[in-house]
């Protein structure tokens, strides 16, 4: 069984632009969540995604935003980077956290450079 | 508030025993996780503990404590590549889960 898959690994990105990250689920998974990672702050949750709605949202701000697709597909979205914004973005899917297997599989990551 | 605590850094010797300590203060607590992350790769899950106790898996066991607000990771025949940061996770329910900074180990000759 594949497993999870982030799209693009690197990104180089000036202050000002947008991105969207994109994550491909291990395969009968339907939640995904996503979290940024940085040598500071460790793994900060930034929000999850069950049957293309949202159930939880962690403490970033608006610019970080996010959708999942019928196919459990999920896509991040950040505008108007910022230099803090700088970090390893991870997305994670387990069959759902509510219950049953609540183990995160963790997807290689999406490096994400703002200059 | 949620705050998880672990050490930064350990070091420990090849073939030894070393217990990785996490204490956790969460407004929920659904179970708790271990995760291992070598540098530059992705966490892999270790481990899920619910119920007080120990859980015992190969070479890593779990334990937990609900009451005290505690967990230790237990690695056993340590060897080289056990080198990694592990991380300390509380599911809080509400479909989210909070991390702690991590413990970085080192394995020495």
């Known amino acids: 069984k594949a497993g999870v898959t982030q799209t693009p690994r690197y990104l180089i990105k000036t202050r000002g632009q947008q991105v969207t990250l994109s994550c491909s689920p291990i395969?009968?998974?339907?939640?995904v969540s996503w979290y940024q990672q940085t040598p500071g702050q460790g793994l900060q949750f930034l929000f999850e995604?069950?049957?293309?709605?949202?159930?939880n949202k962690g403490n970033f701000p608006g610019r970080f935003s996010g959708r999942q697709f019928s196919n459990s597909r999920s896509e991040m979205n950040v505008s108007t980077l910022e230099l803090g914004d700088s970090a390893l973005y991870l997305c994670?899917?387990?069959?759902?956290?509510?219950?049953?297997?609540?183990?995160?599989?963790f997807g290689p990551g999406t490096r994400l450079t703002v200059t | 508030g949620q705050n998880i605590d672990q050490p930064t850094e350990m070091t420990a010797t090849e073939g030894a025993i070393v217990q990785i300590n996490c204490t956790y203060q969460t407004s929920g607590f659904n179970g708790l996780f271990w995760y291992q992350q070598h540098a530059g790769e992705a966490p892999t899950f270790l481990s899920y503990n619910v119920l007080d106790g120990l859980e015992e898996k190969g070479r890593f066991s779990s334990f937990l404590s609900r009451s005290k607000g505690y967990s230790y990771l237990l690695l056993k025949e340590l060897q080289m590549k056990d080198s990694a940061s592990y991380l300390c996770?509380?599911?809080?329910?509400?479909?989210?889960?909070?991390f702690g900074a991590g413990t970085r180990l080192f394995v020495k000759a």
């Open positions: 995604y069950f049957s293309e709605t949202q159930r």
């Open positions: 395969s009968g998974h339907r939640s």
């Open positions: 996770a509380v599911y809080t329910g509400g479909f989210k889960t909070i």
């Open positions: 994670a899917s387990s069959l759902s956290p509510g219950q049953g297997d609540r183990s995160q599989y």
